[in-house]
């Protein structure tokens, strides 16, 4: 059973910073992708940021340059650094894992997501 729980959402002023925390338990982590997803009301799930299980990263480019995406594997955790947040960075943020050692394809696994809102 492959368990993901994020923590840290939460509201916060434009410009300020959150850190969302993402535990995984299970037979998972240390060999596979892990990622995060976000929805905003009436749009569709993207992919914010992604890391392989080498540590690779890659980001949504409008996030380039203000999130970092990390992950300690002696912890089985994933962490997502959000500085500079915007209005438009409100939405669900959903931890996900694949089932690959790379970022690729649909996750297999989500965690219940977190609530980031931002105000102007």
């Known amino acids: 059973q492959v368990q993901l729980v994020e923590s840290g959402g939460g509201l916060v002023q434009a410009g300020g910073a959150l850190r969302l925390s993402c535990a995984a338990s299970g037979s998972i982590f240390r060999d596979n992708a892990m990622g995060w997803y976000r929805q905003a009301p009436g749009k569709q799930r993207e992919l914010v940021a992604g890391?392989?299980?080498?540590?690779?990263?890659n980001y949504q480019d409008s996030v380039k340059g203000r999130f970092t995406i990390s992950r300690d594997n002696a912890k089985n955790t994933v962490y997502l650094q959000m500085n500079s947040l915007k209005p438009e960075d409100t939405a669900v943020y959903y931890c996900?894992?694949?089932?690959?050692?790379?970022?690729?394809?649909?996750?297999?696994?989500w965690g219940q997501g977190t609530q980031v809102t931002v105000s102007s």
């Open positions: 996900v894992a694949y089932q690959s050692w790379v970022v690729l394809g649909t996750p297999r696994y």
């Open positions: 890391i392989s299980s080498s540590g690779r990263t």
